[in-house]
């Protein structure tokens, strides 16, 4: 027992390296090989798309198939502009390709999510909202409800008094 207890048998296992120190070199080589994916293209989707069509998408992965053949490059469309897209999707491939190389994207997915945004895209431009004019005065409204006392009550008289009211408020605002 007093020799097992002073000698050991095996020696002692070494920790296995980092994984990243033993990657870092394979990475390198493939990153070299094969390019960077939809983050190459964040770099230069205006140059590739243009300008029309890199203010409504932005690429976010490339789906390489198990099976070998094309990968699919998976589009973020903002809502409404995913038809027009979708229309445009053969020509987005070949000017894909074009940037890429020969075949290497197949087919679009189009994914209707805002855009998260990147460098040197300036985003759509958003309608303003007008602000809500002030209140009628008295003899404004009692004209208005003068002229229409002849309908009867529902949602046609309420939508008209509505309008009436857009429409005068419009003209005193002319006036000012």
Do not use: C, Y
């Amino acid at each position: 027992m007093r020799i097992l207890r002073a000698k050991r048998t095996r020696p002692l296992r070494r920790p296995p390296p980092a994984a990243g120190r033993s990657l870092a070199k394979m990475i390198r080589a493939l990153d070299a090989r094969f390019g960077q994916g939809a983050e190459g293209l964040q770099a230069r989707w205006r140059e590739i798309v243009g300008e029309a069509l890199s203010r409504r998408t932005e690429p976010v992965r490339l789906i390489t198939p198990k099976t070998g053949g094309g990968a699919t490059l998976e589009l973020r469309v903002e809502g409404p502009s995913a038809t027009l897209i979708q229309h445009q999707s053969q020509e987005v491939i070949d000017r894909v390709n074009l940037f890429l190389g020969v075949g290497v994207v197949a087919r679009l997915r189009i994914v209707q999510a805002p855009l998260r945004g990147f460098k040197g895209r300036e985003p759509l431009p958003v309608p303003r909202r007008r602000r809500p004019m002030g209140p009628l005065d008295a003899a404004d409204e009692a004209r208005l409800a003068e002229s229409l006392a002849a309908l009867p009550d529902g949602a046609l008289k309420a939508a008209l008094t509505r309008l009436g009211r857009e429409v005068l408020r419009a003209e005193a605002a002319e006036t000012r």
